[in-house]
């Protein structure tokens, strides 16, 4: 039985993520599926729009084997350390492939982008971009550009070349292979019957999402959602009471945090904070993921302490998972814990910012599908 490995937020499941899994199921019929999840907030510094546990029983209804949280420590993060966080899991559980969507859907093609980030000119390029004020992940393309290659620096291409470069560091024996992608993941606008998580976020409270999402992500969208600018309130606070103390958490560099300073007061939401704090240099996702770093009190010290997966966390699986959990955990060289541990009070304080009312079951839960 063959273990493919995918990384994914699920902010939220959509028919996209099913043609993803099936997708899957054709070309590996008799197999497991071990998913990597952020959890409660995302990548792009996000609240994730569906809880943790509801996005696992989602999964887990999808054929879904095995869900595994991607700690918060790496899941707010630049896509490379992020793709390094869950690889790096994937590669503990001993998956054989890794298998992600592609606008290129050319797997040697995003090989090749990798082997030139080797290239001594071009990090030099890059360098040179980054010190003119470009931010990363603009400062990349136009440097790919030099060895004529074409890359949008909103490309889902972006994310698997960090998966490819993740892969390689860790000298792992996953096979990455690719699946085309039938949409822009950036774009805001609904689009037939597969469309992006961006575009459902963006359009929730404005039409209806239903024939975009399967019924038990809509059900669940009914019942509640989460949003970051929910917690501006809180965030202001938190910036207000430590505002000579800002530096001290993660990624606040390069006197961002004179900026941030500068613009709080004046402030009355996430968003407009957010548009006063952002320069070239910046990000959109970036500044997110500055603001949501001081939010739950991620530190430079926190990340410099916690630079290496060190411990599997289940949320749950199905009887098949259940079985490779079984096998894999006599092979495995890190803790897998499918119960609460002491080394998981971080997340724990995550979800405490996050909706107090789910304490109790970020102590106790673990989702079994049978």
């Not at 360098?127 to 060895?147: M, Q, S, V």
């Not at 059900?219 to 207000?240: A, G, H, N, Q, S």
């Not at 004179?258 to 007061?265: D, G, H, Q, S």
């Not at 910012?353 to 599908?369: G, M, P, V």
Request: aromatic share 10%; net charge positive; with cysteine.
């Amino acid at each position: 039985m063959k273990s493919i490995g995918i990384i994914c937020e699920y902010n939220p499941f959509h028919n996209g993520h099913m043609y993803h899994i099936n997708k899957i199921k054709e070309m590996f019929p008799d197999s497991v599926i071990i998913l990597v999840m952020s959890g409660n907030f995302t990548q792009r510094g996000d609240a994730s729009i569906i809880n943790k546990w509801n996005k696992t029983k989602i999964a887990l209804n999808h054929n879904i084997d095995l869900v595994i949280e991607l700690p918060f420590i790496f899941t707010n993060q630049s896509a490379d350390t992020f793709a390094f966080g869950a690889c790096s899991i994937l590669n503990y559980l001993k998956v054989d492939y890794l298998v992600f969507g592609s606008e290129s859907d050319n797997i040697d093609y995003i090989k090749d982008i990798v082997n030139i980030e080797d290239d001594k000119k071009y990090q030099e390029k890059v360098k040179e971009l980054l010190d003119n004020g470009i931010n990363y992940p603009t400062a990349l393309c136009k440097a790919l550009k030099d060895f004529n290659i074409n890359l949008s620096d909103s490309s889902n291409d972006l994310l698997g070349i960090s998966y490819v470069k993740a892969l390689k560091k860790l000298n792992s024996k996953i096979t990455p292979i690719t699946i085309k992608r039938t949409n822009n993941y950036n774009d805001k606008t609904l689009t037939k019957y597969i469309t992006s998580a961006t575009s459902i976020r963006e359009n929730i409270n404005k039409r209806s999402i239903k024939k975009y999402v399967p019924k038990d992500t809509y059900k669940c969208l009914k019942e509640k959602k989460y949003f970051i600018e929910d917690y501006y309130p809180l965030l202001k606070y938190k910036i207000m009471s430590e505002i000579n103390d800002l530096n001290k958490y993660n990624d606040v560099n390069e006197g961002i945090e004179n900026r941030i300073k500068k613009v709080i007061y004046e402030s009355n939401s996430y968003n407009e904070l957010i548009m006063n704090i952002k320069s070239k240099r910046y990000t959109y996702s970036k500044i997110k993921r500055i603001l949501l770093n001081i939010l739950v009190g991620f530190t430079k010290e926190d990340k410099e302490k916690n630079k290496e997966i060190n411990y599997i966390r289940v949320l749950g699986f199905n009887k098949n998972g259940k079985n490779y959990l079984g096998k894999i955990k006599k092979e495995c060289t890190i803790p897998i814990y499918t119960n609460f541990n002491k080394e998981l009070e971080y997340e724990l304080k995550v979800t405490s910012i996050y909706d107090e009312s789910l304490i109790k079951e970020e102590i106790k839960n673990i989702i079994i599908c049978d």
